[in-house]
């Protein structure tokens, strides 16, 4: 697509986003853009929009060679790849916020681009209105880039806030993030920490050049957080969030997971609430930058697509530069993590490297303590019903600070969890204290 192209646009869906982008295209832009047609499923359904432009026919703007743009905005991540490989054969520009269909397809979209030479942007696929991807893409060098670390999912981020703060249930605040049109249309996505682990294999795409399957990434959701789970994060001064992150260890390695984390009130993550994203990125000289915004709903959604329509005026593409670097993920490093079950027989001790504290609170059990990544992929007993986990604070350690880390973590233990520590540790029952 040339620079100054008037961009004519066929539109895939027409629910949350596709109707917000259409509205926000009424207005009156600078942009040249204009709607020529909108493929839906149902064609019975009452729309807000001239009933000509709507139609169920995906070569009506496939095949129209008026349409130079494909705007795809359903929920149906098959079917969304069918759409987007048949406009980047046509030659036809995309974008789209399906970050289920980027991050599945990632590899073969990548050799599409390069067949066809056709820009495919996705900017609205992770954390809604925040510009992440073009910063990572654009900004952040590889080899100054330390870490990122997101809470990139909308409606987890509400229902724990909701658990937190107003005390609901789980379910109860489910259902708030559904009423309020904030959790997908199949909610596991977002409570099993799908979603999030699909916007964190776009990123590694854009941070470190890492191209991989969200299947080869760890990823643990919010759906057996328990009650007392929060309860304990509070008696800490800490909130829980579920997070998507990579940190670029020091053999260059990346170590990558979405996990439920505690958040001390130091991050700036803490503050982010309800349906709010934020991600702090961590590079070598600007230290900590903080970039943060709301993630889902009609028009924050809307605006990202906005932008990447507008960025097809001067014929902006993702370069994918830092894909020349032989980047690449790790399981070989520790995580300190708090763990709560009904009783000690749910856990394999052994599987830990230490363990830290240990107590027991009405009808369930906790302990803090290291684990190797491997293990924990590896761990059968982390996929039962009774078992959760939280990443502590800092909790990735590198295997060289191994020895200094123990240390280090057992000075955590004694000042974050002061009065039940020197309860806790030292009344570890004795099959513990020997592992
Ligand atoms: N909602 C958000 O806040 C948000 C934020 C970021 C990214 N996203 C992503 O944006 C995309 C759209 O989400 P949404 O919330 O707007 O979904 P939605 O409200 O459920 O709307 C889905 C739309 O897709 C249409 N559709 C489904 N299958 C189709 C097919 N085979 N052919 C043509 N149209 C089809 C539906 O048609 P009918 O109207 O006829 O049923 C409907 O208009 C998803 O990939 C989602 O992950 C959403």
Redesign the pocket.
Known sequence: MKTGNKLTIGL???????QGIYEVLQQPLTLQATIKKI?????G?KREAPAELFT?D?EALLSDPEINVIVE?????D??YK?VTAALRNGKAVV??????VAENLAQLLQLQKQYATPFLYE??VC?SIPIIRNLEEYYDNDLLKSICGIVN?STNYILTKMIDEKLSYQKALQGAQNL??A??DPSLDVLGIDAVNKLTILLAHAYGVVTHPANLLHIGINKLDPYDAKNAEEKGYVIKLVAQAVKLSNGKIAAFVLPYYIDKSSQLYAVKNEFNGVVIQSTFADKQFIYGK????Y??SSAVLSDISALRYGYRYEYRKMNSSTEITDDFYLRIYCSFETIDDIILKDFEWLEEFYSQEARQYLTGVIHFKKLIEAGWLKKESVSIIVCPDGVIEDVGFRKAKKLSLQLAGSHFTEKTSETVSNLPKELLSI
Do not use: Q, S, W
Not at 12 to 18: A, H, L, R, S
Not at 96 to 101: D, G, L, P, S
């Open positions: 895939f869906g027409f629910g949350v986003v596709g493929c839906i499923k149902e064609p359904k169920t995906y905005l359903i929920n149906d991540a079917e969304a759409i789209t916020a399906n970050k289920k269909m609205a696929a809604g909308g049109g904030f997908e249309t993630g889902a709903g009609r924050p959604t």
